[in-house]
């Protein structure tokens, strides 16, 4: 069974641009977890979508957002990007009907802003 | 809300010396607990979960952890290490909302000497 599948892998963009980082879950999976590591913050929850619909919502700004595809797939865009946003973002899936399952996770985007 | 404290920055043991992370939550009800382990460049990998039911825990690659109520603790441990097992390991807890959002404590990276 292939895994959680993040692309890019790494990405360089500039100050004040927009990115979209994808994520294919696990075949099977309708939930899709999105996370923010930084060496000073550590793993930050962004958001989480179920079946199209954003469920739980982390602590971060508006320029932050993300979708669900009906096939499960999820894209997460941040606009107006700023130094601080670069960090390693990680995607994770799990089937997710109950609360708590545990979660399988891409190897991450790297996004660096210059 | 609910979080997680690993009290060790970085640990370094000898290969084949026991060993033995910490990792203490604060959470009103019964916790989710997971300890999840990530190599340079990857994304994180699940080694054992604990919901309910028998406190002591197995997981992949030889490892344990032992949930303690009254510690408020769920210290993975593994008797044996290897050089492979040098990484960062992180310990994370769900809260019994409906949905996935997992707090992740700091992260102890795990340094093996020959």
């Known amino acids: 069974k292939a895994g959680v599948t993040q692309t890019p892998r790494y990405l360089i963009k500039t100050r004040g641009q927009q990115v979209t980082l994808s994520c294919s879950p696990i075949s099977g999976h309708r939930s899709v977890s999105w996370y923010q590591q930084t060496p000073g913050q550590g793993l930050q929850f962004l958001f989480e979508?179920?079946?199209?619909?954003?469920?739980n919502k982390g602590n971060f700004p508006g320029r932050f957002s993300g979708r669900q595809f009906s096939n499960s797939r999820s894209e997460m865009n941040v606009s107006t990007l700023e130094l601080g946003d670069s960090a390693l973002y990680l995607c994770?899936?799990?089937?997710?009907?109950?609360?708590?399952?545990?979660?399988?996770f891409g190897d991450g985007t790297r996004l660096s802003i210059l | 809300a609910q979080s997680v404290t690993q009290p060790d920055i970085h640990i370094t043991v000898s290969e084949g010396a026991s060993l033995e992370l910490r990792c203490n939550y604060s959470y009103g009800a019964t916790p989710y607990l997971f300890w999840y382990v990530q190599s340079p460049g990857q994304g994180l990998q699940l080694l054992l979960k604990?919901?309910?039911?028998?406190?002591l825990v197995q997981g992949i690659k030889g490892f344990e952890a032992e949930f303690k109520r009254s510690q408020s603790s769920f210290n993975l441990r593994k008797p044996s290490v290897h050089w492979s097992d040098a990484a960062e390991y992180f310990c994370?807890?769900?809260?019994?909302?409906?949905?996935?959002?997992?707090?992740f404590g700091p992260g102890t990276r795990l340094s093996v000497l020959p």
């Open positions: 979508y179920f079946s199209e619909t954003q469920r």
């Open positions: 994770a899936s799990s089937p997710g009907g109950t609360a708590n399952q545990p979660q399988h």
């Open positions: 604990y919901f309910s039911g028998d406190t």
């Open positions: 994370a807890v769900g809260d019994d909302n409906y949905g996935q959002n997992f707090v």
